[in-house]
């Protein structure tokens, strides 16, 4: 049961990140560098995700579980959404509303 509840969470949710990430790159840094950003964006994701699985195997081989690799998934998660804090969006104003009903 384990398994599949993991899997429809997984599922529901995979690549729900992918639309907001692009909008907001987008957003910070214009269209006209968003393709090249974005890359460098999935880039550092698979960057992370090959250090994540290697690691997790040293970790393993090293002492017999994966403790640490949570521990480690823990610290970087959080260091994730303190690095997110600074970002700053413009509130929509009434002003562009007023004009686009006009």
Sequence with gaps: MTF?????????????????????????????????????????HQIGGFFGAWLGGLAMAKFGDYTWMWYADIVLALLAAAANLPIREARPSLDGLATAKA
């Design 4 to 44: 599949y509840l993991f899997a429809a969470g997984l599922g529901v949710t995979w690549l729900a990140t992918v639309p907001p990430t692009a909008g907001l790159v987008g957003k910070l840094f214009g269209p006209r560098y968003l393709g090249t950003l974005f890359g460098l964006t999935l880039l550092s």
